[in-house]
């Protein structure tokens, strides 16, 4: 576990690093892994209006990215399970370092800073136990690890920084292992949890679903500002259920499931890909790249608009509702509708897409 002292050590030394910002590599909106055309994959900076800001190469398929608050520069992660994270100067282009999971982890994709950008925050499992670790570097010391805490559960997924530096984590509930690749190893007794941490790893909440529930893998998380967290989630159990693939929550409540009519439901597959929550709060979307949907509810009524597009998975907040990204090259314009921003079909984006700030 990490020491008081350990994280006002990296507060002191990142008063040393340089002052670039976001500008510098030409204020990017946000950040999307993807393949191009020579087959060869890239991390890549898009502007609000789609445009391209930067594109950095990455060794292998990338899966999320986490942006720091402030200065220009991003962890890219491996598509899990991976052992390796690459933490890329996205002003200069170029990968700064190099992050390797202890012997015993790996990592699940994820990734988030906490303490004003000083600590870097990964998802880990540990392959002996099973149990799920929250990974602390420190990016002053030039991400050198500094501790680990646990998650509560198995099967970490992603993860959120929320206001004063609580950690939303998703505990999928899903144990797997570098050995066996992507085989999920306990699909009989997986639990999945939404927990709620603080960077010292004291568990301040923790929801769980209902027993008939306990198959649908707690995946993906967006937050609004007044604290509310959605999770996407991921079917395990048999294939035309039509189970409900999202979740509202705020500490201290219940969870609140929100769900389209039937057929839509199973259109879905059973896979969300990706939540956003709009910049305003007052919508929450979805996407199903393996049903070629993406569903909007409305947080005040639940109402759902449901929109089509083939392999569409990365969706992250916009000014006038979201932005959307396919496995086709295509950037769009989420409304009441889809409008296209960009389309290159040499580029498949992959399944995440962040914000910035």
Known sequence: MPTRRGFLTSLLAASTLPALSWADAGSPAYLGAA???????????????????????????????????????AVAFARRPGTFALVIDCAAGHVAHRLEAPEGRHFYGHGAFVAGGTILCTTENDMGSGAGRIGLWSRPDGYRRIGEVATHGIGPHDLLRLSGDVLAVANGGIR??????????????????????????????????????????????????????????????????????????????????????????IAMQGYAGSV????????????????????VFGRADGACTILRRPDICGLAPSADGFTATDGMGGVLRVTDRLAPLAADPGTAWDNHLIAIG
């Not at 393949?35 to 789609?50: E, P, T, V, Y």
């Not at 910049?279 to 949907?293: C, E, H, L, N, Q």
Request: proline fraction near 8%; glycine fraction near 12%; charge should be neutral.
């Open 35 to 73: 393949k191009g055309a020579s087959g060869r994959f890239s991390l890549i900076g898009l502007g609000a209006d789609a445009s391209r800001r930067f594109a950095v190469p990455l060794p292998g398929r990338g899966h999320a990215a986490a942006a720091h608050p402030s200065a220009p520069e």
């Open 176 to 265: 797997t292992h570098p050995d066996t690749g992507r085989e999920k190893l306990n699909l009989d007794t997986m639990a999945p949890s939404l927990s709620y941490l603080t960077p010292e790893g004291e568990l301040l909440d923790q929801v769980t679903l209902d027993p008939e529930l306990h198959k649908n893998s707690i995946r993906h998380l967006a937050a609004a500002a007044d604290g509310t967290v959605a999770f996407a989630m991921q079917w395990q159990g048999e294939a035309m259920a039509p189970v409900p693939l999202l979740g509202l929550h705020r500490r201290g409540s219940a969870p609140r499931l929100l769900a389209a009519d039937d057929g839509e439901q």
């Open 276 to 295: 956003a929550i709009s910049w305003d709060g007052a919508r929450v979307g979805i996407t199903s790249p393996r049903g070629g949907r993406l569903h």
